[in-house]
C-alpha cells in the first residue's frame, strides 16, 4: 500500500501561482510513476499533469501546458505541481495518485491521495 498526502491548496487571485505536494508512505516511492488529476464542482475528474519513476518523462493535459510543472524527489517521497498564471478555471479539488504506469488515464493509478481544495478569484 501507498499513503499519499496532498498539500498546498487554497485560495489565489487570477495570475497567482502555487505549488502542491504530495508525499508518499508506505511502498517504494520511486518504483512508480505519479500523477495530478483535479475535479471541479459538477464536472468528472480529469487528468492534470504525470511524471514516470525517475522524472525524465511528463506529460501534460493540454489546458495547462506551459503553465503548470510537475516534478519528483525521490529521496523526499514527494511529487510537486507548480501552477503558475491560474485562471479560474483552474479552480478544482486536484489530487494525486500512483500507479505502475506513466499515464493520462485515472483507472491506471492504484492509489490516491485525499485531495486539496485550489480556488482562482477572478
Known amino acids: 500500500q501507498v499513503q499519499l498526502v496532498e498539500s498546498g491548496g487554497g485560495l489565489v487571485q487570477a495570475g497567482g501561482s502555487l505549488r502542491l505536494s504530495c508525499v508518499a508512505s508506505g511502498r517504494t516511492f520511486s518504483n512508480y510513476a505519479m500523477g495530478w488529476f483535479r475535479q471541479a464542482p459538477g464536472k468528472e475528474r480529469e487528468f492534470v499533469a504525470a511524471?514516470?519513476?525517475?522524472?525524465?518523462?511528463?506529460y501534460y493535459a493540454d489546458s495547462v501546458k506551459g503553465r503548470f510543472t510537475i516534478s519528483r524527489d525521490n529521496a523526499k517521497n514527494t511529487v510537486y505541481l507548480q501552477m503558475n498564471s491560474l485562471k479560474p478555471e483552474d479552480t478544482a479539488v486536484y489530487y494525486c495518485?500512483?500507479?505502475?504506469?506513466?499515464?493520462?488515464?485515472?483507472?491506471?493509478?492504484?492509489?490516491w491521495g485525499q485531495g486539496t481544495q485550489v480556488t482562482v478569484s477572478s
Open positions: 495518485a500512483g500507479g505502475a504506469s506513466f499515464s493520462k488515464r485515472s483507472d491506471e493509478y492504484d492509489y
Open positions: 511524471i514516470s519513476w525517475s522524472g525524465a518523462r511528463t
